[in-house]
């Protein structure tokens, strides 16, 4: 997925489980990929007033072979 999109978002949770996903909902297969043209990609330019827990999002896990 587009990191540097502002409609991605990451959070994980007490118990190591990580969600990715499209705040417009847009990415079908999430949290692997976004479409490859997404009409609403909007490039991440600041990020004011968050509270960033860790500096590194979790690995994406592998891809499973039906996408």
């Known amino acids: 997925m587009r990191q540097d999109c502002k409609n991605?978002?990451?959070r994980t949770y007490p118990n190591g489980?990580?969600?990715r996903k499209c705040n417009l909902d847009l990415a079908?297969?999430?949290p692997w990929r976004c479409p490859e043209d997404c009409?609403?990609?909007a490039k991440r330019?600041?990020?004011?007033?968050?509270?960033h827990g860790t500096l590194i999002t979790p690995?994406?896990?592998d891809?499973?072979?039906s996408l």
């Open 8 to 10: 991605f978002e990451s």
């Open 17 to 19: 489980d990580t969600v």
């Open 28 to 30: 079908p297969e999430a």
């Open 39 to 41: 009409q609403s990609f």
């Open 45 to 51: 330019r600041v990020d004011v007033n968050w509270s």
């Open 59 to 61: 690995e994406t896990p």
């Open 63 to 65: 891809e499973p072979a």
